[in-house]
């Protein structure tokens, strides 16, 4: 479906590269030139995206917005590129986040302002390059090329132990890589030198291969998610990256992982990611409960979110290894509103660093009294962090523990006391923050201003449009989560459903 | 689309609209707001009222909410006799708080914010008690939860409203945690969510049953004691009942609309509604009925001793929700939603009463301090006794209809139900007690506040303003007549709201005789008059008795006073360990020295690395160096490995 005159995605893609670019060209000392620019660039490329929002057509499980170029003909490498019902609200995640990260850095970026805008958009082409490739080479280096802006922006604009979080942060991510790498050359030995993921989609890989390449990419996925327990880069990631680097981790780069699954795993190596489904719910469990409790003993205010995320991921990878409906539905919608929510909560604490250059909760205690505003705001965003029915918390975790709980009982059980538990840990870190006296180092600071206002604004509008009226999002993916769901049960089964078709065809004739 | 929608809808607009321009432009003028709204919803109840009272029932869906395959879920409503009954209590009960509060939070700076949320609870409550559906009772059921949370801790700035919101919150997510695996639990095995849908195909699951740790378990045994479970968190009930009394940290109008005449109660109007799925199973209903019984009697115990005005009546709301699960449980679902409905008046009442006592005592809570308010308010002193008598099970009121029914249902249910109802008849007498002892300690005798020296608090003693007496009479008139609607047949009443609302909740058949009903009322009229005796025998007549008692019996003393010590096992058994194992375990060991030692091996290296580069300054460009390096190393070899 082509729908509209323009390669929409590519635009996507390489409009924020080639702004990157144009930005590096500005003069060093034309701050605001810089700030005005970057802000265009991301408005620009946001409202591009929204005919993907508007002319995506739900009744299909194909690709669309496809494009399609030979490139190294000889090696089976294309540009092709393309959407789906599982990746289009991911692209489009990434340009509002994006566009909000300008606007929540524009006065807490101080020192090489245009190499941060650079860096920034670096990012945005290319984890949109990662959601919207249909080729595994160019999947591949979108992959690994979002890794050196995202390593900059932590290594050069983040707090005191940058560095070391930075390097962390690379090696992790980059080892997991490699073994999917490993598999990738792997796939296309074996799918007859190309690296066409639709053709591997319809390939039947022999079970041993499913199940070692199964680990192999689970390697670079789990890292990403971040499963349990390779789950210890992204405290320190998130605590020292600046605020927008903060967001997009949270908002989009770690989806990537749990996109990673969905795409790869389960229609690639179908057999094998049944088989192994227990003990990919069982890590979720896991990260659910120890990324909840862990959260109990935190003193950073951001590092306390970062293992909030582990744990909510944790029922993203639970629903997606339900294999059901309600599972990876409810995993996908639970990444949209995490994406929203805990981008909103760093972007939250981004506005009170600025004001007070402090992440220690101690730090902290009656910023309501001082900023009214601005705890309203965060008391919204907490309450969809911890699931609250009409918000968009809920319904993503609701539906995952339907999906967890039909698929391994004991499992949905377990998973269920991560609602206690985030209740318990968010509302200790709301009032320690908000509620009771004054803290002295708060005092005589300023409410949030309109710019910040307008930054968290678009974010509670998402957060309870998904949380009233979740059939928006979730009609973008029913039709592709089923057609996956389809490939998965029957894998492994081709002989006896041919016969099964065979035996019922005539019945059905006779009816 | 059709009025009721605007039930709930006007709520939620004023909440809106308070919230949205409270702060900067209505300020103390929320009010002007927030009745109205409520108000209509008043209106649009009773109206609703009479159409079901004609014989209508309502039910339809107005949009889909959630759907994902085979899970539908839509928000709609079901107005039935069960429904109207709850309309009216909630809408009434909230329109009197609305207006005691313009008087009681008169000033304060959180005005606005105090009636946006009054505004949104209601809203919540409403969609809690008209959904068609599971779910939408699951919002509602968490969205009152928020509004008590944020009412609670309205007074933020203190610690001990902050402490009592979050426990509050978190203590009904235990509860929910139940709920909602029941919830699911009935979706899977029925794939619906919807009243009708699911009451029509219960039966189906009769006789099936559920393998957990190795025993087979009735399946409708384990939905209904999940669905439990919520109740019991949501309506105080042991062992989940520890927030109700820290609630009472939150302005005293929210004591008496939330945590006394409507969301509390929504455990027992959700197991009423559920009586379809609860009579199915024997166990579950038993379960129902003990812990009410045993919670009744528990908290009423506690009653006995406590200090603080409004404690004392949160322990007697805790008691009175044991009654009403007693009454679900022994099969008398209406005699329980009768109970609700009376209590709703005469609780509201005691707790406005006590928020006028405490207006006029500048805040002072502790009954000891206080006496013979009589003569300085009145109004207060003749509602809040009304509601005393009420409570207590004096004849002719409103509590003592639906208690009595409660008991003679309970009488009426087999040997298990015989014993529900000693426990039940003794609570009585202890409820006719704890009663009379605020009313005694309060309003009669000489008063025992700080007016000696500087004759403050005595001095300022006065009638609460008429926006705040108002309500309290109107109640007062509730408190009497609320019960009218229910008088047996036995007193030559009709007990018109147990034939209202028997199509919704049935009617246990009555195998008892003529003879026992008369006993049963007989002895319960017995044990509240001497309970009122005892009380004005031990407060007025001879104060040295409760001391001396509470000398000799030392021990049960301490063991009252301090609330049989669960708030101290909890801590203890919960709170604590979980806490440590999070810092020392959790952080210190697994996270810092076992997944970061093996993972770690060569960021460790990393570290030194890093450290010695920051040493030497040439600092960043290097580890971009090393970083684009590997990039380009593993696209390279990517490169020369499709080549070959």
């Not at chain 1, 340009?95 to 958009?121: D, G, H, M, R």
């Not at chain 1, 790498?181 to 039947?204: E, H, P, R, S």
């Amino acid at each position: 479906m082509e729908g509209l005159g323009y390669p929409i995605l590519s635009t996507l893609i390489f409009l924020p590269i080639a702004g990157a670019i144009a930005i590096l060209l500005i003069k060093r000392t034309a701050e605001t030139f810089i700030k005005w620019t970057a802000f265009l660039i991301s408005v620009i490329t946001f409202i591009l995206s929204l005919p993907l929002f508007i002319g995506f057509d739900k009744t299909t499980s194909e690709m669309q917005f496809t494009e399609t170029h030979e490139w190294v003909p000889d090696w089976g490498i294309r540009y092709a590129l393309g959407v789906d019902g599982i990746s289009v609200l991911f692209v489009l995640l990434t340009t509002l986040l994006t566009v909000l990260c300008v606007t929540v850095s524009w006065n807490s970026i101080k020192e090489k302002i245009k190499e941060f805008y650079a860096a920034l958009f670096l990012i945005e082409g290319a984890i949109i390059g990662v959601f919207s490739s249909l080729d595994l080479f160019l999947f591949y280096i979108f992959w690994e090329a979002m890794l050196i802006p995202m390593f900059l922006l932590i290594g050069v604009w983040g707090g005191p132990n940058r560095v070391y979080a930075a390097i962390k942060f690379f090696l992790y991510t980059l080892v997991g890589s490699l073994l999917m790498l490993v598999g990738i050359i792997v796939l296309y030995l074996n799918t007859g030198k190309t690296f066409d993921m639709l053709q591997m989609m319809a390939m039947n890989y022999p079970y041993a291969m499913q199940l070692m390449l199964f680990w192999a990419f689970f390697a670079a996925f789990a890292v990403k998610v971040p499963m349990f327990p390779v789950h210890t880069w992204l405290p320190d990631a998130h605590t020292e990256a600046p605020t927008a680097g903060s967001v997009i981790l949270a908002g989009v780069l770690i989806k990537m992982g749990a996109y990673g699954f969905l795409r790869f795993s389960l229609p690639l190596f179908p057999e094998a990611a049944k088989d192994m489904a227990p003990v990919m719910m069982i890590l979720s469990v896991i990260a659910i409960i120890y990324g909840g409790i862990i959260c109990l003993a935190q003193t950073d205010l951001k590092r306390l979110i970062a293992y909030s995320s582990v744990s909510h991921m944790g029922f993203v990878t639970l629903g997606i290894f339900a294999l059901n409906t309600q599972g990876i539905q409810g995993g996908i919608l639970q990444m949209i509103s995490h994406g929203v929510v805990t981008g909103a909560l760093f972007l939250c604490i981004g506005m009170l660093y600025d004001k007070t250059h402090s992440r220690q909760i101690g730090d902290y205690g009656g910023v309501a009294t001082v900023l009214p505003i601005y705890a309203a705001f965060f008391m919204v965003f907490t309450l969809a962090a911890i699931g609250l029915p009409g918000t968009s918390g809920f319904v993503g975790e609701f539906l995952v523990l339907i999906g967890g709980f039909t698929a391994w009982k004991l499992m949905g059980v377990l998973a269920a006391t991560g609602i206690i538990i985030g209740a318990a840990y968010m509302l200790w870190l709301y009032q320690k923050v908000f509620f009771m006296d004054v803290n002295p180092k708060i005092e005589g600071h300023k409410d949030i201003n309109i710019r910040e206002i307008m930054t968290l604004l678009p974010l509670i509008v998402l957060v309870i449009w998904i949380g009233v009226y979740p059939n928006t999002f979730l009609s973008f993916m029913d039709v592709s989560v089923q057609n996956l769901i389809d490939r998965v049960n029957t894998a492994g089964m081709v002989e006896i459903e041919t016969t099964q078709e065979v035996t019922e065809m005539p019945t059905e004739v006779i009816k | 689309m059709d009025k009721y929608i605007l039930i709930p809808l006007l709520p939620l607009i004023a909440f809106a609209i308070n919230i949205i321009f409270g702060r900067g432009i209505i300020k103390d003028r929320a009010h002007y707001i927030a009745i109205p709204a409520v108000f209509g919803s008043f209106v649009l109840s009773v109206i609703a009222f009479a159409e079901v009272a004609g014989g209508k029932v309502i039910n339809y869906d107005i949009y889909s909410w959630i759907v994902s395959g085979d899970f539908r879920v839509s928000i709609g409503f079901l107005i039935d006799q069960l429904t109207v009954i709850m309309l009216i209590v909630v809408t009434s009960v909230s329109l009197l708080v609305h207006i005691y509060s313009v008087g009681y939070m008169h000033g304060d700076p959180g005005y606005y914010r105090f009636f946006s949320y009054l505004s949104l609870f209601t809203f919540s409550m409403l969609m809690l008690v008209m959904g068609n559906n599971l779910l939408q009772l699951y919002l509602g059921w968490e969205l009152v939860g928020l509004c008590s949370y944020l009412l609670i801790g309205f007074w933020y700035k203190k610690k001990a409203p902050a402490d009592a919101g979050k426990k509050a919150f978190i203590v009904n997510r235990v509860g929910d945690f139940g709920f909602g695996i029941g919830v699911i639990m009935i979706f899977l095995f029925l794939g619906t969510l919807n009243y009708t849908e699911i009451f029509g195909s219960i039966g189906m699951l009769t006789g099936q049953t559920i393998n957990i740790a190795g025993f087979n378990v009735d399946l409708i045994t384990v939905i209904a004691l999940l669905l439990f479970l919520g109740a019991v968190g949501k309506s105080a009930q042991i062992p989940l009942h520890v927030w109700l009394p820290d609630a009472m940290e939150g302005p005293t109008p929210v004591s008496a609309l939330i945590h006394a005449a409507t969301m509390v109660t929504a455990g027992v109007f959700m197991i009423a509604r559920f009586n379809p799925v609860f009579s199915l199973s024997e166990t579950a209903m038993w379960t129902v009925a003990i812990v009410g019984a045993v919670t009744a009697l528990f908290a009423a115990t506690i009653a006995l001793v406590q200090n603080d005005i409004k404690r004392i009546v949160a322990y007697s709301t805790v008691s009175q929700l044991g009654y009403m699960f007693l009454a679900c449980g022994v099969g008398a679902f209406g005699a329980g939603i009768f109970h609700l409905y009376t209590h709703a008046f005469f609780k509201a009442l005691l707790f406005l009463g006590a928020g006028s006592v405490m207006h006029a005592m500048a805040g002072e809570l502790n009954i000891q301090k206080m006496g013979g308010l009589k003569k300085h308010m009145p109004v207060t002193y003749w509602t809040f006794l009304i509601a005393s008598l009420s409570i207590a099970g004096i004849p002719g009121l409103a509590g003592f209809f639906s208690k009595d029914e409660i008991l003679w249902m309970a009488y009426n249910a087999g040997s298990l139900g015989k014993f529900t109802w000693i426990v039940g008849t003794a609570v009585t007498a202890l409820t006719a007690f704890y009663s009379f002892r605020i009313v005694f300690l309060t309003f009669h005798g000489k008063f025992r506040g700080t007016s000696k020296s500087d004759n403050r608090q005595e001095y300022h003693l006065h009638e609460s303003p008429k926006v705040m007496t108002m309500p309290l009479v109107v109640l007062a008139v509730g408190a009497v007549a609320a019960g009218w609607v229910g008088i047996p047949e036995l007193l030559g009443g009709g007990n018109w709201i147990g034939y209202f609302l028997e199509p919704v909740l049935g009617r246990p058949e009555i195998t008892a005789t003529y003879t026992e009903k008369w006993m049963v009322i007989s002895i319960a009229i017995v044990a509240a008059l001497a309970g009122v005796f005892m009380a004005w025998m031990f407060y007025l007549l001879k104060p040295e008795i409760p001391k001396n008692l509470a000398m000799k019996f030392k021990n049960a003393h301490t063991i009252l006073w301090n609330k049989y010590y669960v708030d101290e096992l909890y801590d203890f058994a919960i709170e604590r360990p979980t806490k440590w194992i999070a810092s020392n375990v959790l952080v210190a060991v697994t996270d810092n020295k076992i997944i970061e030692g093996v993972v770690n091996g060569l960021p460790a290296a990393i570290r030194n690395f890093g450290e010695k580069l920051r040493k030497v300054q040439t600092g960043y460009l290097q580890h971009y160096a090393m970083g684009m390096a590997i990039g380009l190393f593993v696209i390279l070899a990517l490169v020369v490995i499709a080549a070959n």
